[in-house]
T-cell receptor, first 117, second 110 residues
């Protein structure tokens, strides 16, 4: 089945630094990947839609200059949290599905737990 | 009003019990519907899709009522391993991003 690999699984960084999270589709090509964020005891919230070869589409309230998305190939999308602050601490998850769709839903990466100190 | 609403629970049930979760969604144009399971501090994993005709997978039965914009999940003969948060998920039109409910927590007790 479709596999999505996400790294790192956990990162602790100092306030003001930047953190890059990678999301790879291992056995399929994904023209579109999605980035979600989940705060404790809350639902997953879509942050942005990553489109291969073009600019990402950001959800309302998500700062595109703070959360940089690069989708340079059909198998890799990266999310960079720039100048991270403690309020950016969260669980970040990517998802993708093969071109044409995956019957029954989408595959998620294993998530990245970001802690900004 | 939230796009996808669920009772947060928790539902505390004994092993072997039958438990039902409900979910409502606000966008009548929604195309596809799913139940995902999320274990603590892990990514969500697809449990099953939901079809208008209703569908069953072992101990799990899902149903969709488009007229009422209502989705349900029934778990029979609960196991300890069923303890998790169950997410009601809706796929809208156009872009293929998913909208998640806040989840219903299930705790199956011995």
């Amino acid at each position: 089945g479709a596999v999505v690999s996400q790294h790192p699984s956990r990162v602790i960084c100092k306030s003001g630094t930047s953190v890059k999270i990678e999301c790879r589709s291992l056995d399929f090509q994904a023209t579109t990947m999605f980035w979600y964020r989940q705060f404790p005891k809350q639902s997953l919230m879509l942050m942005a839609t990553s489109n291969e070869g073009s600019k990402a589409t950001y959800e309302q309230g998500v700062e595109k200059d703070k959360f940089l998305i690069n989708h340079a190939s059909l198998t890799l999308s990266t999310l960079t949290v720039t100048s991270a602050h403690p309020e950016d601490s969260s669980f970040y998850i990517c998802s993708a599905s093969p071109a044409g769709g995956l019957v029954g839903g989408y595959t998620f990466g294993s998530g990245t737990r970001l802690t900004v100190v | 009003r939230k796009e996808v609403e669920q009772d947060p629970g928790p539902f505390n049930v004994p092993e072997g019990a039958t438990v039902a979760f409900n979910c409502t969604y606000s966008n009548s144009a929604s195309q596809s519907f799913f139940w995902y399971r999320q274990d603590c501090r892990k990514e969500p994993k697809l449990l099953m899709s939901v079809y208008s005709s209703g569908n069953e997978d072992g101990r799990f039965t899902a149903q969709l009522n488009r007229a009422s914009q209502y989705i349900s999940l029934l778990i029979r003969d609960s196991k300890l391993s069923d303890s998790a948060t169950y997410l009601c998920v809706v796929e809208g039109t156009g872009r293929r991003a998913l909208t998640f409910g806040s989840g219903t927590r299930l705790q199956v007790q011995p």
